[in-house]
């Protein structure tokens, strides 16, 4: 799962988040039918569209999909807080597949720096 998370915020490349892409791959050690890169930005993008919401609540979700590899899923905010003077997000990402079991969800939580640009924290 470690693994995993690290990919994630290596993928973390959208133009608010692009600082993020140079560290590490959190999909690294997956199974067969692990995330490709497609998959990975489908989840960033939607991701972003919560972080940059300005109606953005607790329970809101963003479905994401990837039709090449027919992986879909949800990023859901489950919590909204301050961080160290950042307004942060822990977002809640699922996987719909039938190759993933219950490590097909996972959490992490971005935080908007000074620049404005969002970065994940853990």
């Known amino acids: ?10 993928t973390a490349t959208v ?9 590490i791959n959190p999909f ?3 199974s067969q039918g692990g995330m490709s890169k497609a998959d990975m930005d489908a989840v960033v993008e939607a991701s972003t ?8 609540a607790v ?3 963003v479905a994401w999909q990837n039709p090449a590899s027919s992986k ?23 996987i719909d597949s039938a190759k993933y079991d219950r ?10 720096i000074k620049s404005g640009a969002w ?4």
């Open 119 to 122: 970065k994940i924290l853990n």
């Open 1 to 10: 799962m470690r693994g995993f998370l690290v990919m994630l915020m290596a």
């Open 49 to 56: 569209a919560l972080n940059t919401d300005p109606a953005i």
């Open 103 to 112: 490590s097909s969800e996972w959490s992490l939580t971005w935080c908007q």
């Open 59 to 61: 329970g809101k979700g």
């Open 72 to 94: 879909s899923g949800t990023v859901t905010v489950t919590a909204i807080r301050t961080i160290k003077g950042m307004p942060c997000h822990a977002l809640t990402t699922s």
């Open 28 to 30: 690294h050690g997956m």
């Open 15 to 23: 133009a608010i988040a692009q600082p993020a892409r140079a560290q």
